[in-house]
């Protein structure tokens, strides 16, 4: 975390909330003496220039943290950065205590914003979650009877059992949210990265997501989302990390979601209430 | 003219009949990546490419696939090598390689001014001057590039439809794209002969733009696009002898006839179930 950061809480120590379902300590937070993923002082970006600076995160086994910000706040650089598709120009990425390069994650899993996929590309629902297993350079590699039954029971877990066969294209947009989860999870990973989940979709299919993510963050499995909706984070994600180029704040939403914070992470006023136990935020319209 | 209803009979066209099925159906294959990752103008470029190779082992009086095939690889790897610098586009680096390797060509015909007949042949191909020697090769350059395709195929999907992500699970995208465009140079040397420079480009592009039209899935994309490529390379060839047209002319434009019957079939069919 860097030294200005707005001190919420501290995840590792468990001061303050972490765990994914309210409860005091991430899964086993005080178990783990090396961070999952471990983010130091990265500066990191494109060749105009650094996009993200003196970035530092730590994410532990189990975790599930949405990160929000901006537009070109560095949210998708950052998910690169950990991805190893971008290497960073200072600071370290360490996965599991071991540095970070393309192809060295091991059990990661990733899901792209559905806009940046080709809806045209000629491929089914199964072709799609398979790839999950074209991991390192297995040239050889066969699809086992072993392999089809796990992507049969994915896809009934992520309620597309009898759409395998259908193109990407023909499904709705939570169901391609879901075909490209399959993919992420058929690798088996402990941390999955994905690149706002829930752009474009409806209130239901959004609802759908959280739920499914939820369920495998249950079973351990560590997630980071980017994310545009700071109410839908606040109503469902237990830890907050606000970026704009650096880590203005991180912590529980109700820490995290007020006005200092929020106007430093989008440089714009916006209006923090509870309704209900349930942290609010709208923009604050000029006339005001 | 027509010299006799049953064109096998001969010799000639039989080994031309099963050399257009042959480059028909491995056109066919690999160009349905060529295709998907929207290098169609590669197989254009590197087939102008491949001409200066052609032209240079005629004026050395070397074989054909030797001089050509290093060529082409050579073409084929300074194309990728530009590419993948990322200071100019893949098209650009095409543009840069091939069109230079072609002006080589044309300065050392101009110089020799000889061998007109074979260069002609290497612009607008020779298919009934196939030996049984060369079907043997095009068979054995077929079965590599299948076999080359077939063994990379998880990675080339991958990498063609999610580069990023793919590169993010540990493919070497780099190296999946050098194989194949080394496959792609190897395929467009076995189909010059066939279909000459200017129209190979044709063979790589149409069936599987015709297949993309009749499938929704990857997997009966990469059978169906070259059984399309192998019928209208035997389609053509008996047109050709009919018409009295020249074969890679016909071939290509089956293909493009073929197109148009899909096209006009899909968009009235569309019409109607509106």
């Given at each position: 975390m860097s030294p200005d950061h707005h001190h919420v809480t501290d995840p590792h120590t468990g001061r303050g909330s972490l765990h994914p379902h309210g409860s005091m300590e991430p899964h086993g937070a005080q178990l783990q003496e090396v961070p999952l993923l471990e983010i130091d002082?990265?500066?990191?970006?494109?060749?105009?220039?650094?996009?993200?600076?003196?970035v530092s995160i730590k994410i532990w086994r189990g975790q599930f943290v949405a990160v929000v910000g901006p537009n070109g706040g560095g949210k998708t650089t950052l998910l690169r950065t950990i991805l190893g598709t971008i290497r960073p120009t200072g600071g370290k990425v360490?996965?599991?205590?071991?540095?970070?390069?393309?192809?060295?994650?091991?059990?990661?899993?990733?899901?792209?914003?559905?806009?940046?996929?080709?809806?045209?590309?000629?491929?089914?629902?199964?072709?799609?979650?398979l790839m999950g297993l074209y991991r390192k350079n297995h040239w050889l590699k066969r699809i086992t009877?072993?392999?089809?039954?796990?992507?049969?029971?994915?896809?009934?877990?992520?309620?597309?059992?009898?759409?395998?066969k259908r193109h990407i294209r023909e499904l709705s947009g939570g169901q391609q949210q879901a075909a490209f989860l399959g993919r992420a999870l058929l690798g088996e990973p402990d941390l999955i990265l994905l690149d706002e989940p829930t752009a474009g979709l409806d209130i239901r299919s959004r609802d759908n997501v959280v739920h499914f993510l939820h369920e495998i963050n249950h079973q351990g499995v560590a997630i980071i989302l980017t994310a545009h909706d700071l109410n839908w984070v606040a109503a469902h994600l237990p830890w907050?990390?606000?970026?704009?180029?650096?880590?203005?704040?991180?912590?529980?939403?109700?820490?995290?979601?007020?006005?200092?914070?929020?106007?430093?992470?989008?440089?714009?006023?916006?209006?923090?209430?509870?309704?209900?136990?349930?942290?609010?935020?709208?923009?604050?319209?000029?006339?005001? | 003219m027509i010299s006799?209803?049953?064109?096998?009979?001969?010799?000639?066209?039989?080994?031309?009949?099963?050399?257009?099925?042959?480059?028909?159906?491995?056109?066919?294959?690999v160009g349905v990546y060529v295709v998907l990752r929207r290098m169609s103008y590669i197989g254009h470029g590197l087939a102008h490419a491949i001409f200066g190779g052609a032209v240079l082992s005629l004026a050395i009086n070397i074989n054909f696939f030797i001089g050509a095939g290093i060529w082409a690889l050579m073409a084929a790897a300074l194309v990728h090598l530009i590419a993948h610098r990322r200071l100019v586009g893949a098209d650009a680096a095409i543009g840069v390689v091939t069109t230079s390797s072609f002006a080589i060509g044309v300065a050392i015909?101009?110089?020799?001014?000889?061998?007109?007949?074979?260069?002609?042949?290497?612009?607008?191909?020779?298919?009934?001057g196939i030996t049984q020697s060369d079907l043997w090769i095009i068979a054995a350059i077929a079965l590599l590039v299948f076999l080359g395709i077939i063994i990379?195929?998880?990675q080339l999907l991958f990498s063609t439809f999610?580069?990023?992500?793919?590169?993010?699970?540990?493919?070497?995208?780099?190296?999946?794209?050098?194989?194949?465009?080394?496959?792609?140079?190897?395929?467009?040397?076995?189909?010059?002969?066939?279909?000459?420079?200017?129209?190979?480009?044709?063979?790589?592009?149409?069936?599987?733009?015709?297949?993309?039209?009749?499938?929704?899935?990857?997997?009966?994309?990469?059978?169906?696009?070259?059984?399309?490529?192998?019928?209208?390379?035997a389609v053509g060839m008996f047109l050709s002898y009919y018409l009295d047209i020249s074969s890679a002319a016909t071939i290509v434009l089956t293909a493009a006839a073929l197109f148009l019957v899909v096209e006009v079939g899909l968009t009235l069919r569309k019409a109607f179930t509106a």
């Open positions: 002082h990265v500066t990191s970006g494109y060749e105009t220039g650094p996009v993200i600076q003196d360490a996965l599991r205590g071991q540095p970070v390069t393309a192809g060295s994650l091991g059990r990661i899993g990733f899901v792209p914003q559905l806009e940046t996929i080709d809806w045209n590309f000629p491929i089914t629902v199964e072709e799609v979650i009877k072993e392999d089809r039954v796990r992507l049969h029971e994915m896809m009934e877990r992520l309620n597309l059992a009898g759409l395998g907050v990390i606000c970026l704009n180029r650096r880590v203005i704040a991180e912590g529980r939403p109700p820490q995290v979601f007020n006005s200092e914070v929020l106007r430093e992470t989008y440089r714009g006023e916006m209006v923090v209430f509870q309704h209900e136990g349930m942290i609010m935020v709208g923009e604050r319209p000029h006339s005001l | 006799s209803f049953n064109p096998l009979q001969y010799e000639f066209f039989r080994h031309g009949l099963l050399a257009a099925i042959l480059v028909g159906a491995l056109c066919g294959f015909v101009s110089t020799y001014r000889r061998f007109t007949r074979n260069i002609e042949a290497a612009l607008f191909g020779n298919i009934l990379i195929r998880r999610d580069p990023e992500v793919a590169s993010a699970y540990g493919i070497s995208t780099g190296w999946t794209d050098f194989v194949f465009i080394l496959l792609l140079a190897i395929t467009v040397l076995a189909s010059t002969q066939i279909l000459g420079v200017t129209l190979v480009a044709a063979a790589i592009v149409i069936p599987p733009v015709i297949a993309r039209y009749l499938t929704r899935s990857f997997h009966t994309l990469l059978i169906v696009s070259p059984i399309i490529g192998a019928l209208c390379g």
